[in-house]
């Protein structure tokens, strides 16, 4: 069978026992405690915690997964064996509330062994004995299923069924909730296949497991008390790539000789087979033994190995709009990219390749996830975009380790900042570092390299100034300040009652019991006013909040002889500020749905500042925003707000949540959300303050777009009166302009092209009047030239030359004096500038244009180097450069 033909025929047989086939979830998780779905149940959790109503009792699908980051990460083994794998597809079937253990695992056996042929002699079954300690019973109803079934098929159960604790044979959600007993079926793929399930569970690769039977019968309470659930379900996953290996490697179960392996079917032979033809090179199927490569084939069929899992991983990411970035699950997929790039070098690739290999993949899967065809444009560029700009860098980077590797002996520890060094500046990320050093039979220090991490965490908090105000150690929370400041009625004379004033670094913070005012959080700016108290007003400059929930009202001015304690106070909020914000506010909410209906649905917040004069907007996109699009984009969100379409908040329990509102990963959302809805076509999750109508936004602008890290851009804008503030200016400008060149504004553009046209016609005459000196300068510098032995030496201060005339000057005397070492200097606008060539003749004397650049740079207190054949370098203007650059020895 074809590895499609596998997966159609699972699905069937479950619809054909009443389930209803579903589509795969996104790999884009609904938990944000997950970096991506990592395992079929995850999109039936609700159903199985009660939350939410199943609408089905039967469900069957195959999943989409990853498993790279965070708890579940087989990024590190990828390409080293037959089976580990980031993406990968899971197989399952479902009950909620309907069948149990006798039907799942009567179909189980039905499917694999009267539909798909698998030898029942080399199949065993795992049930739950608990061990010392563990929870719940012996599963005596499974084993008496499963041992009815061998005994059937003429086997003994004694052999076939083998027993497993907690460790292998229960499965728990977590610490607490719902959980129960699973059984597995193994196969045994020993030559003979006469192993008597000796090697169930032994961490053999001649018996793999090929389903899990997970059956949900009790709540674990917090106690270790194991209840009956009322309602048992049914959770079962299967790896569809295992499944398609086992039968494909065994030519349909005929022959078991050969090692089986994933990679070795037609789920990845169309991308192998392109692979090929791209890189010249052959895949062979070898495996290295202790996971380092004997020789080249070896390093050939691993890099054929991660890049064509990786592809996987990294295809459908971005087709559920997960692109490579800077944090959380977007890093995870830039670390899985740079390490498939990195193994690209093995196979001959200097140039972008991914791009080249996605074609074959999504015309292999699009059928059965379409969404990869819709999203093969976005699919194909991201990739590219991501590998070109990893290139820059990379080799530079490869070069840099290999020197560092080169000093040290087999068994050596590379030093932790080196590693950061490599991470910060060439983008390597840990992983690929700890790779490239286990290649090379060497550790890597991961303590000292967090020690750098954190430094420049550190640093990151330093620039970001910030008040934090400490908690106690005995806050639980209970004294969390109400926010009341949704409502309009309550932001001017609302009246609340003082709990403590809290003084910290010549800074006072008012706590009340409730408050209008908005705390600085989410990215938006918090709010400001004044406070009427025991007959004083005190302004309060800022909001913020700490980790016990409380308001810190911080006041401008620290006031005395007042008992705050029990003190009723009249809060007024700043409305034309607040009313300012919440325009802002609201108008990312708006760009952030002109920039999906227009980019992509791709695009992901990434951060955001709203202030009352401007906002901020940080997303996720491959490239830069091109100026037509900028264009669509303002115009779209200015057409809706002429709409004024109402906005609507509310309250809602998280797991209602409709699927078309916007939820943020890395956000901790609670039981219960707040839902911001503007006219049905822009819908978020926000905690943030709004405009009640979309028209009060006014107009909304542009102002900037611009790259903040690879992968992620932003825009700045403005809107409300900032907006006509903008705009006025521009104006203005447009007016001034248009005076000062005595034209018409619709002239300005033709009017400015005939400047610069003429402006380049002079420069291109003062250039060559430039050349023509320099050219008698480097006459002049050549006949003044040292002669020893077969070299020429120059070394003189040229007058008033930029640092590309003078790089000019000196290249022009090097070729014209050769073999030579030509060291020259200038100053201009209060700046020295230094170079220094050497010919190839002169490198091979033993002379260095770094060393020379570098001795001069020091004794005019600046800086400089380079390689041996040519440097440069700069240092401040006005010290005696005659007599520094005279001191300079070739000898």
């Known amino acids: 069978m074809k590895a499609r033909e596998i997966r159609q025929s699972f699905l069937d047989f479950f619809q054909s026992k009443e389930h209803q086939v579903v589509s795969s979830a996104s790999l884009l998780p609904e938990s944000p405690n997950l970096l991506f779905t990592n395992a079929g149940m995850n999109q039936f959790v609700p159903y199985f915690l009660g939350d939410q109503q199943a609408p089905y009792p039967r469900a069957a699908d195959t999943q989409k997964c990853i498993r790279a980051g965070g708890k579940h990460n087989d990024l590190e083994d990828v390409g080293f064996d037959t089976y580990h794998h980031t993406?990968?597809?899971?197989?399952?079937?479902?009950?909620?509330?309907?069948?149990?253990?006798?039907?799942?695992?009567?179909?189980?056996?039905?499917?694999?062994?009267?539909?798909?042929?698998?030898?029942?002699?080399?199949?065993y079954a795992t049930v739950y004995q608990p061990g010392e300690g563990d929870p719940a019973e012996f599963d005596e109803e499974a084993h008496a299923i499963w041992s009815g079934i061998f005994e059937k098929a003429g086997l003994d159960p004694a052999i076939h069924v083998v027993m497993g604790n907690k460790k292998d044979n229960f499965w728990m959600m977590g610490e607490t909730g719902p959980c129960g007993p699973c059984s597995e079926l193994h196969l045994d793929l020993t030559p003979d296949g006469k192993s008597e399930g000796k090697l169930v569970n032994a961490d053999s690769h001649h018996c793999i497991e090929i389903w899990n039977l997970v059956?949900?019968?009790?709540?674990?309470?917090?106690?270790?008390?194991?209840?009956?659930?009322?309602?048992?379900?049914?959770?079962?996953?299967?790896?569809?790539?295992?499944?398609?290996?086992?039968?494909?490697?065994?030519?349909?179960?005929?022959?078991?000789?050969?090692?089986?392996?994933?990679?070795?079917?037609?789920?990845?032979?169309?991308?192998?087979?392109?692979?090929e033809e791209l890189s010249g090179k052959t895949y062979a199927s070898t495996l290295p033994e202790d996971g380092k490569p004997a020789n080249e084939q070896e390093e050939v069929d691993v890099a054929f190995r991660v890049i064509g899992d990786h592809l996987r991983a990294l295809c459908f990411s971005i087709a559920d709009g997960i692109l490579p970035g800077n944090s959380d699950r977007n890093y995870v997929l830039r670390r899985i990219l740079r390490r498939g790039i990195r193994y690209g070098r093995t196979l001959g690739f200097s140039e972008p390749f991914f791009h080249q290999l996605a074609p074959s993949l999504i015309e292999q899967m699009k059928e059965t996830f379409p969404e990869l065809g819709e999203r093969s444009e976005l699919i194909e560029k991201t990739l590219r975009s991501e590998e070109e700009s990893f290139n820059k860098t990379l080799d530079r980077g490869i070069e840099l380790f290999s020197r560092e590797a080169d000093g040290l002996e087999n068994g050596a520890v590379l030093s932790g900042e080196f590693a950061f060094k490599l991470?910060?500046?060439?983008?390597?990320?840990?992983?690929?570092?700890?790779?490239?050093?286990?290649?090379?039979?060497?550790?890597?220090?991961?303590?000292?390299?967090?020690?750098?991490?954190?430094?420049?965490?550190?640093?990151?908090?330093?620039?970001?100034?910030?008040?934090?105000?400490?908690?106690?150690?005995?806050?639980?929370?209970?004294?969390?300040?109400?926010?009341?400041?949704?409502?309009?009625?309550?932001?001017?004379?609302?009246?609340?009652?003082?709990?403590?004033?809290?003084?910290?670094?010549?800074?006072?913070?008012?706590?009340?019991?409730?408050?209008?005012?908005?705390?600085?959080?989410?990215?938006?700016?918090?709010?400001?006013?004044?406070?009427?108290?025991?007959?004083?007003?005190?302004?309060?400059?800022?909001?913020?909040?700490?980790?016990?929930?409380?308001?810190?009202?911080?006041?401008?001015?620290?006031?005395?002889?007042?008992?705050?304690?029990?003190?009723?106070?009249?809060?007024?909020?700043?409305?034309?500020?607040?009313k300012s914000i919440q325009r802002h506010?609201?108008?990312?909410?708006?760009?952030?749905?002109?920039?999906?209906?227009?980019?992509?649905?791709?695009?992901?917040?990434?951060?955001?500042?709203?202030?009352?004069?401007?906002?901020?907007?940080?997303?996720?996109?491959?490239?830069?925003?091109?100026?037509?699009?900028?264009?669509?984009?303002?115009?779209?969100?200015?057409?809706?707000?002429?709409?004024?379409?109402?906005?609507?908040?509310?309250?809602?329990?998280?797991?209602?949540?409709?699927?078309?509102?916007?939820?943020?990963?890395?956000?901790?959302?609670?039981?219960?959300?707040?839902?911001?809805?503007?006219?049905?076509?822009?819908?978020?999750?926000?905690?943030?303050?709004?405009?009640?109508?979309?028209?009060?936004?006014?107009?909304?602008?542009?102002?900037?777009?611009?790259?903040?890290?690879?992968?992620?851009?932003?825009?700045?804008?403005?809107?409300?009166?900032?907006?006509?503030?903008?705009?006025?200016?521009?104006?203005?400008?447009?007016?001034?302009?248009?005076?000062?060149?005595?034209?018409?504004?619709?002239?300005?553009?033709?009017?400015?092209?005939?400047?610069?046209a003429k402006t380049k016609e002079l420069d291109k005459k003062l250039k060559s009047f430039e050349q023509k000196g320099q050219a008698g300068l480097a006459d002049k510098l050549i006949g003044e030239a040292e002669q020893a032995g077969d070299l020429?030496?120059?070394?003189?201060?040229?007058?008033?030359?930029?640092?590309?005339?003078?790089?000019?000057?000196?290249?022009?005397?090097?070729?014209?004096?050769?073999?030579?070492?030509?060291?020259?200097?200038?100053?201009?606008?209060?700046?020295?500038?230094?170079?220094?060539?050497?010919?190839?003749e002169a490198v091979e004397a033993g002379h260095q244009a770094g060393k020379y650049l570098g001795e001069l740079a020091e004794k005019l207190g600046g800086k400089g180097g380079g390689k041996p054949d040519f440097a440069m370098g700069g240092a401040p203007a006005g010290k005696d450069l005659g007599e520094a650059i005279q001191s300079i020895s070739f000898s």
Request: hydrophobic share 40%; aromatic share 10%; charged share 25%.
């Open 585 to 756: 506010h609201t108008a990312t909410h708006v760009l952030h749905w002109a920039l999906r209906e227009v980019l992509g649905d791709h695009i992901r917040q990434a951060g955001s500042l709203v202030e009352p004069d401007r906002l901020r907007f940080d997303f996720s996109h491959f490239e830069g925003v091109k100026p037509e699009e900028l264009a669509e984009i303002e115009r779209i969100s200015n057409e809706k707000l002429l709409l004024n379409d109402d906005l609507e908040a509310y309250e809602i329990p998280f797991s209602e949540k409709p699927e078309d509102v916007i939820a943020f990963f890395g956000d901790k959302y609670g039981e219960t959300v707040r839902v911001v809805d503007l006219g049905g076509w822009s819908k978020e999750l926000c905690g943030g303050t709004h405009v009640s109508s979309a028209g009060e936004i006014g107009s909304l602008r542009i102002v900037s777009e611009s790259a903040i890290a690879a992968g992620t851009r932003r825009i700045e804008a403005v809107s409300g009166l900032s907006a006509y503030q903008w705009a006025d200016e521009r104006i203005t400008q447009v007016n001034e302009l248009t005076r000062q060149l005595a034209c018409k504004p619709d002239e300005l553009s033709s009017r400015i092209t005939q400047m610069q």
């Open 87 to 123: 993406f990968f597809e899971m197989l399952g079937n479902w009950s909620f509330g309907d069948y149990f253990k006798k039907e799942a695992i009567e179909w189980g056996w039905e499917l694999l062994v009267d539909i798909w042929k698998f030898p029942p002699e080399r199949l």
């Open 215 to 275: 059956f949900i019968q009790f709540n674990a309470d917090r106690d270790g008390n194991f209840t009956p659930l009322s309602a048992k379900h049914v959770d079962t996953g299967m790896g569809f790539e295992r499944v398609a290996a086992v039968v494909q490697s065994t030519n349909g179960f005929t022959d078991f000789s050969k090692p089986v392996s994933n990679y070795d079917t037609d789920v990845f032979s169309p991308v192998f087979s392109k692979l």
């Open 792 to 840: 020429r030496f120059v070394k003189a201060i040229a007058p008033d030359l930029s640092p590309n005339d003078l790089r000019s000057l000196a290249a022009q005397v090097n070729k014209r004096a050769a073999p030579s070492v030509v060291l020259l200097a200038s100053e201009a606008n209060g700046k020295c500038g230094m170079v220094c060539i050497c010919s190839d």
């Open 423 to 578: 991470y910060d500046t060439y983008g390597f990320p840990l992983d690929l570092t700890q790779l490239m050093a286990r290649e090379r039979g060497l550790g890597v220090n991961e303590d000292a390299f967090g020690t750098e991490m954190e430094k420049q965490r550190q640093r990151a908090r330093e620039a970001h100034k910030s008040v934090d105000v400490l908690v106690s150690e005995d806050s639980d929370g209970a004294d969390a300040t109400e926010f009341v400041g949704y409502d309009p009625a309550n932001l001017q004379g609302f009246t609340a009652s003082c709990i403590d004033l809290v003084e910290q670094d010549d800074q006072a913070f008012l706590f009340l019991d409730k408050t209008p005012f908005y705390a600085e959080m989410g990215g938006q700016t918090g709010d400001s006013g004044s406070v009427f108290l025991a007959d004083q007003t005190l302004v309060i400059e800022n909001v913020l909040k700490d980790s016990s929930g409380r308001f810190l009202h911080q006041l401008k001015s620290k006031p005395e002889g007042i008992e705050f304690s029990g003190q009723q106070a009249i809060l007024t909020v700043d409305l034309e500020r607040r």
